[in-house]
């Protein structure tokens, strides 16, 4: 079992920046990816970012490259979303979630465990 807990949104003006946090515990990570997933309103789960454990290797959205960047910590067993540049678009809960496997997945039905969402709100 895994489990994730985010902690960072906020509310914040256009072109700020916020930087949210997923705590992972419950077992030792091998071949494991931690992705970034978001959700508005009335839309389906999608996509943001992931960076798989061991390896580093990290993928990102089109909609997201270039203004966010996913990290990892290993002492904390800690991964990171830095996100700059935010716009009325990037409004959602963030989800972080953990797959089995050492490359980064954008299908959220590849995902076993989530954790419970941080509201993300971005003012124009």
């Known amino acids: 079992q895994v489990q994730l807990v985010e902690s960072g949104g906020g509310l914040v003006q256009a072109g700020g920046s916020l930087r949210l946090s997923c705590a992972a515990s419950?077992?030792?990570?091998?071949?494991?990816?931690l992705s970034w997933f978001r959700q508005a309103p009335g839309k389906e789960r999608e996509f943001v970012a992931g960076v798989s454990w061991n390896g580093g290797a990290t993928g990102y959205a089109d909609s997201v490259r270039g203004r966010f960047t996913v990290s990892r910590d290993y002492a904390k067993n800690t991964v990171y979303l830095q996100m700059n540049g935010l716009t009325p678009e990037d409004t959602a809960v963030y989800y972080c979630?953990?797959?089995?496997?050492?490359?980064?997945?954008?299908?959220?039905?590849?995902?076993?465990?989530w954790g419970q969402g941080t509201q993300v709100t971005v003012s124009s």
């Open positions: 419950g077992r030792t990570f091998s071949r494991i990816t």
């Open positions: 979630a953990a797959r089995s496997g050492a490359w980064v997945s954008g299908d959220k039905n590849d995902y076993d465990y």
